[in-house]
């Protein structure tokens, strides 16, 4: 059997507390629930009693409120969105989230701890709040830790969870014709592209070729200034000019690229989409 005796500083009378065994090794533990004073403990086993220890009581900052800021990557457009009370962040991928900690008491420090290592920190403005940031890259998980009077590191926020939002790709489709066609060696054939992305279409090309022959490439749509939601442009295939006569056939497709410059590795253009190939002959 193991004991801890303790009493606080008012009082005169030592209180006992049997100690659990813990499930592996030999250790014994227990709990002290609402301490507010200074302590004096010592452990009793099989008639032996151990030294008398002091336990000291400080004031350990944590996480009064918490205020997030979402600013989303340039390309998307929309300002800034501020989260109160701040908490789980979901947002897109490059989004950076501005964070302003007011803790509960002063601080003279602290950081946002992101799964699995990682650290951003904190700076201590002169109302006494925290403000730092972070950037969403990945899926995980963070929580804040502040630093005490006495330079400890205190876990002050729960752990808050980061999840990802991929921009989806946009969606392209031919208007006119929009199916296998069939047209004399002279006849001018209109081709109509349209393409839509929820943040905007960074281009739209025309692929053809002759007969299954190397491909061309014609560009239909760069945006002069801010990317269009949804466009629609067309180019007139002219088969007097590309020299067919009858019996070949002319295959083509449209490609969109998506005006995200930031969900693809290494810097390539992301989330391009592809029509179906058609064809006339």
Known sequence: DVELF????????FESLPLAKAPTG???????????????????SGGVLSPTYTMTLVDLPAVGELELEYVFPAYTGPPPQTIKPGGDVAALRGTQV???VTPTMATPGGTVQLDPS???????QTDGTLTGAF????????HIELNGAGGEKV??????????????????????????????SLDEVFLQVKADDDYGVKGIQLFYSING?????????????????????GHTLYLEELGVKPGDSVSYYAKAQDNDVVSAPGGKPANDSITPARGCG
């Open 26 to 44: 030999d250790a014994f533990t227990g709990i002290l629930f609402d301490l507010s004073k200074p302590v004096s403990y010592y452990v009793k």
């Open 135 to 142: 950037r969403i890259d990945r899926p995980g998980f963070y």
């Open 98 to 100: 501005r964070v302003k």
């Open 155 to 184: 876990k002050a926020s729960p752990e808050y969870t980061i999840d990802v939002l991929e921009d989806a790709a946009p969606r392209i489709s031919f208007n006119k014709p929009g199916r296998d066609t069939h047209a004399m």
């Open 118 to 124: 990682a650290a951003s920190p904190l700076a201590t």
């Open 6 to 13: 303790f009493r606080s500083d008012d009082t005169k009378d």
């Open 213 to 233: 022959g190397p491909e061309k490439s014609i560009g239909l749509y760069a945006p002069q200034g801010k990317p269009l939601s949804e466009v629609t442009a």
